[in-house]
């Protein structure tokens, strides 16, 4: 044996003591393995996991393209209808105008058949194509103010004539190019110097990045009213149902979080150095994903987000292959189904809702069975000791999550008003991260306080049904006004 190879002095009194210590050292090593098997097999769960199967988005799925036959995976499953559009979906197919703005005739000069000349009044049959465009952006236009000083014919006193209001120096920008401005570069993401670039190139307009930064802050503050009542109007009584969620946002080189409170008809964003700061004093029915601190808001009912529940068992189906995920996907487009059919004068039959409810019970306590008969997991700390609840597995816990949260999971069945899932908010959360992508992050507090009011502003208005330049032109107390909650 060489000098390198030789075991190192063990002090042992006698063989039996060394043949315990190589007893313990093996069964501490038989734990060590089982951790590191348990931790390989989360680091291979979480490499598997993709926009399918988590929340994570689309881009973080790659250019790792799946085999043909599994790209249009859809959580949704397959139906009975064809492709393409629906019956009854009315469609925006470009049409012919009947009021075209210019006409242009073209006639045959001379005949096909023997060659004899053509002339219009030869016409017989006409055939018409229409060509859409866009005309030439018009000049900028000048409007200038002239304030008169008049003299009084009696006490001889001069008396001048007042500015509109918003007309402040010798020259300055109006309020279609600052909501020209701030809709591109809130709803549309485009950052301050691409921004100038596209205003000089579509309307001619020499606009430094500085001078827009300027307008569409002014625009935020003059909207800022009109942010605030839509925030007031979705926390209180005048919307039923509140989509909630929350993302992620840098700011200031440091982690913020944008939060979204929406509806069907409005939206409303705001920043936070803190993810728990949450509204209060909301009423009514909140949707969201299951993150704790929501269930901590005080006079709500809780609706759960099964899109998420979806993407879950989709992962337990694909990477661990729990039966009882695949039985409880198929529970969830059956229920969903069936709630879709629901109309105000046909609701969901007792015996149909009860063979729902026994039906969701069932698969759960299938599933809890099949974790408990399962060998417990390997759950230690750095000091060897174990320290909290035993470990359970992802489905595991998904399992009994369902079961605790039961009502809150099927509430869309039981109630008429209830979505199926929280997508509304996760529509609205979608441009945020995009804005950050794009832009990296935000340099100031103040650059994303804008972005929040304006994008509450230009959402709003999207889903009201207004023209989001001339709504961002408006005062707060007229679009206040014509504001609808429901």
């Not at 279609?176 to 993401?189: K, N, P």
Request: aromatic fraction near 6%.
């Amino acid at each position: 044996m060489s000098e390198g190879s030789k075991l190192p002095f063990l002090p042992f009194a006698d063989a039996a003591g060394r043949a315990a210590y190589f007893e313990a050292a093996y069964l501490k090593q038989l734990e060590v393995n089982k951790a590191l098997e348990q931790r390989i097999i989360a680091l291979e769960r979480q490499a598997a996991l993709n926009s399918k199967t988590s929340s994570q988005p689309p881009s973080s799925d790659g250019l790792k393209k799946p085999p043909a036959q599994k790209r249009t995976q859809s959580l949704r499953g397959k139906s009975d209808r064809k492709t393409g559009g629906q019956p009854g979906h009315k469609g925006k197919t470009l049409r012919q105008s009947s009021t075209p703005d210019h006409i242009i005739h073209h006639y045959p000069q001379v005949c096909d058949a023997c060659g004899a000349a053509l002339s219009a009044s030869m016409a017989e049959n006409t055939v018409v194509r229409q060509v859409v465009d866009l005309p030439v952006p018009p000049p900028s236009e000048v409007t200038e103010h002239r304030v008169h000083l008049c003299r009084c014919g009696q006490c001889d006193a001069v008396t001048r004539g007042g500015f509109p209001e918003g007309v402040a120096g010798p020259v300055q920008y109006g309020p279609r190019i600052a909501g020209i401005a701030s809709y591109l570069q809130t709803y549309h993401c485009i950052p301050e110097e691409r921004l100038s670039l596209v205003l000089s190139d579509l309307f001619g307009l020499s606009v430094v990045p500085a001078t827009l930064a300027r307008l569409i802050g002014r625009t935020a503050d003059r909207l800022h009213p009109f942010a605030k009542a839509i925030c007031k109007g979705l926390i209180g009584p005048q919307v039923a149902v509140k989509h909630l969620d929350e993302t992620g946002f840098r700011v200031a080189g440091k982690t913020q979080w944008l939060h979204v409170i929406c509806s069907p008809l409005l939206s409303h964003f705001r920043v936070s150095s803190r993810r728990g700061d949450l509204l209060t004093g909301v009423c009514g029915l909140v949707v969201h994903d299951h993150w704790a601190p929501y269930f901590k808001m005080e006079g709500v009912q809780h609706a759960l987000c099964n899109a998420h529940h979806l993407r879950e068992l989709q992962a337990l189906i694909v990477i661990e292959k729990e039966p009882w995920a695949t039985d409880m996907k198929t529970f969830l487009l059956d229920a969903k189904a069936v709630a879709d059919t629901r109309t105000d004068d046909c609701t969901i039959g007792v015996g149909v809702m009860g063979e729902l409810l026994q039906r969701y019970d069932d698969i759960l306590t299938q599933a809890v069975d099949f974790h408990e008969a399962q060998p417990p997991l390997q759950a230690m700390s750095k000091a060897g000791k174990r320290r909290g609840r035993p470990k359970r597995r992802t489905g595991h816990n998904l399992a009994l999550r369902l079961q605790t949260r039961k009502s809150e999971a099927i509430r869309f069945l039981t109630d008429p008003n209830a979505p199926f899932t929280n997508n509304e908010a996760e529509r609205d959360l979608r441009m945020g991260k995009v804005r950050q992508k794009v832009s990296g992050c935000f340099r100031a507090v103040r650059g994303a306080e804008i972005f929040c009011c304006l994008r509450t502003v230009t959402c709003t208005a999207r889903k009201q049904g207004w023209s989001v330049i001339e709504t961002l032109m408006k005062p707060s107390d007229q679009l206040i006004a014509q504001l609808r909650f429901g």
